[in-house]
């Protein structure tokens, strides 16, 4: 006799047949339609038994919409407490009590994450050829980035953003988050490190 299944235990995540079975799956809604798709996709050619998977968006990038497609993801396909969310937003202009919000969710599980670009994803990609980038705001971000990635126009050359390279930006972002913070930087800074050095030793 087959014991009925609690309704509060948390749904099983089913991975269609065929597909292959990871042993950690890591679930990304980030505010870029373009370059954090791209970047997290690298991530998945270093770790094979890992998948990382950045949730499609068109222009939906206010930090509640980015939350909302998040949890739309994990009604609709469930979750295993092995694999693990996390939300990927730029400072930008959006206020603290916005940001708040994200950081509260993050918070309400153990294999639920926040991470944060001071002032946009872009200063993140920096901090892989850059140990000390004296930026003064996100036009200027953009600007030193394209002096290492010429062309680029939110679109990575994978080939730039070596194994070597995404450690140094780790151990870089590190520097800058000393003491950890608690919630984000309050200047400029990332805690995208936090997310990919998960994805890198799991």
Request: hydrophobic share 30%; with cysteine.
């Amino acid at each position: 006799m087959t014991t009925p299944r609690k309704d509060n235990q948390r749904r099983k995540f089913e991975r269609p047949l065929g597909e292959r079975r990871y042993r950690k799956l890591f679930i990304i809604a980030a505010e870029g339609t373009k370059t954090e798709p791209q970047y997290f996709a690298l991530l998945n050619n270093f770790n094979a038994v890992i998948k990382v998977s950045c949730l499609k968006s068109r222009n939906d990038s206010a930090p509640l919409q980015v939350l909302a497609r998040m949890k739309k993801h994990l009604k609709e396909k469930g979750f295993t407490q092995s694999d693990e969310a996390w939300l990927v937003i730029d400072k930008d202009q959006w206020t603290d009590n916005q940001l708040q919000l994200l950081l509260n969710w993050s918070q309400q599980e153990d294999n639920y994450g926040f991470a944060l670009s001071n002032p946009k994803f872009e200063y993140w990609l920096l901090l892989h050829f850059e140990n000390n980038p004296g930026i003064t705001g996100p036009q200027d971000c953009s600007k030193r980035l394209n002096q290492h990635c010429p062309g680029y126009d939110k679109s990575i050359r994978g080939s730039l953003f070596s194994p070597n390279r995404i450690n140094d930006a780790i151990q870089r972002a590190k520097q800058k988050d000393t003491p950890p913070c608690d919630d984000w930087p309050k200047t400029f800074g990332s805690t995208v490190y936090r997310l990919v050095e998960k994805i890198r030793t799991a």
